[in-house]
């Protein structure tokens, strides 16, 4: 079955704790992207990648990293984590015109 | 500054009346829009698109339609459905990107179709 998955789907941590959400698909796809979902704002691309080591920024980059070291996986680092970081993260893979999303991560940074 | 806009942030409409999302964008390097679904406690799914060289999209009972002039696009579910319910993303591709991996997306609009 084609997908996407993230872990965890739902994390509560702490200020400054480093973290890293987890992407994988199975779909062979070379672009993949990172995007938030607040209240308001809709969702709000952080991170793309087009392929393997090729990794750009997206709107709201600060305070996120990524990394693309395999087609199928596409971490999103939070190396000090804030509370305006709290939010909805989705990871998703893209063929063509069409994003693949996964289930989401509930992030809350107290 | 938001250049996909959806101001109405929930609709409401009765099983089997039409549903009328609607949304505005600013910029006018978008040239590909696509409207996207998203249930509670799942990622967004693909519902339609459609090209800045048509004005209208069909496919069952939902059409996009496209007004370049107005920078206005709109999702009609006809009839409604309460499987319908669910948040409507509309997003846009700007022309020079020849992948999908750069859209923007609008805020949102709740959608309940009561039975």
């Known amino acids: 079955e084609a997908q996407v998955t993230q872990n965890p789907r739902y994390l509560i941590t702490v200020t400054g704790k480093k973290l890293t959400v987890t992407c994988s698909q199975n779909?062979?796809?070379?672009?993949m992207s990172w995007y938030r979902q607040d209240p308001g704002l809709g969702l709000r691309q952080i991170y793309y990648?087009?392929?393997?080591?090729?990794?750009d920024k997206g709107d709201v980059p600060e305070g996120y990293k990524v990394s693309r070291k395999e087609k199928r996986n596409f971490p999103l680092i939070l190396e000090s984590p804030s509370p305006n970081q709290t939010s909805l993260y989705f990871c998703?893979?893209?063929?063509?015109?069409?994003?693949?999303f996964g289930p989401g991560t509930r992030l809350t940074v107290l | 500054d938001q250049q996909v806009k959806q101001n109405s942030p929930s609709l409401s409409v009765q099983e089997g009346r039409i549903s009328i999302l609607n949304c505005d964008y600013t910029?006018?390097?978008?040239?590909?829009f696509l409207w996207y679904k998203k249930y509670p406690a799942e990622g967004p799914t693909f519902l339609i698109s459609?090209?800045?060289?048509?004005d209208k999209n069909e496919d069952g009972r939902f059409t996009v339609f496209l007004n370049k002039s107005a920078k206005h696009l709109s999702l009609h579910i006809v009839p409604s459905q309460p499987g319908d319910s669910a948040v409507y993303f509309c997003a846009a591709r700007p022309l020079h990107e020849t992948s999908g991996s750069r859209l923007t997306f609008g805020e949102g609009t709740q959608l309940t179709v009561n039975p």
């Open positions: 990648s087009m392929n393997v080591e090729v990794t």
């Open positions: 910029n006018s390097m978008f040239d590909y």
């Open positions: 459609i090209s800045s060289i048509k």
């Open positions: 779909m062979n796809h070379e672009y």
């Open positions: 998703a893979s893209i063929r063509g015109d069409t994003q693949y």
